[in-house]
């Protein structure tokens, strides 16, 4: 088990950008496939960036695609996700996202065990 903690969110205007960072204790976090989620009130969780192990492969989805990047810190252990070109249907609860599995990478909810509390990010119009 992994325990994951969100920072970073916050209110923004359209067009501005924000830095979300996920802090990881417990287990050995190069072991873990992260991911990123979202989600906005009445809408289901949704995909927005994982990154592999060893953070050389990254994987978004396409409507975050040359706005978002995922990042990590093996030795900090510590995942990122630096927003640029904040819109406003990019608000939601963003939630950090940890699994053992042996992937490259995630995508959907149910393939992740640990999940952070989340952070509200706000963007206005």
């Known amino acids: 088990q992994v325990q994951l903690v969100e920072s970073g969110g916050g209110l923004v205007q359209a067009g501005g950008s924000l830095r979300l960072s996920c802090a990881a204790s417990?287990?050995?976090?190069?072991?873990?496939?992260m991911g990123w989620f979202r989600q906005a009130p009445g809408k289901e969780r949704e995909f927005v960036a994982a990154i592999n192990r060893s953070g050389r492969l990254v994987y978004y989805a396409d409507s975050v695609k040359d706005r978002f990047t995922i990042s990590r810190d093996n030795a900090r252990n510590t995942v990122a996700l630096q927003m640029n070109s904040l819109k406003p249907e990019d608000t939601a609860v963003y939630y950090c996202?940890?699994?053992?599995?042996?992937?490259?990478?995630?995508?959907?909810?149910?393939?992740?065990?640990?999940w952070g509390q989340g952070t509200q990010v706000t963007v206005s119009s």
């Open positions: 996202a940890a699994d053992p599995g042996s992937g490259v990478y995630y995508e959907h909810p149910e393939e992740y065990d640990n």
């Open positions: 417990g287990r050995t976090f190069s072991n873990y496939i």
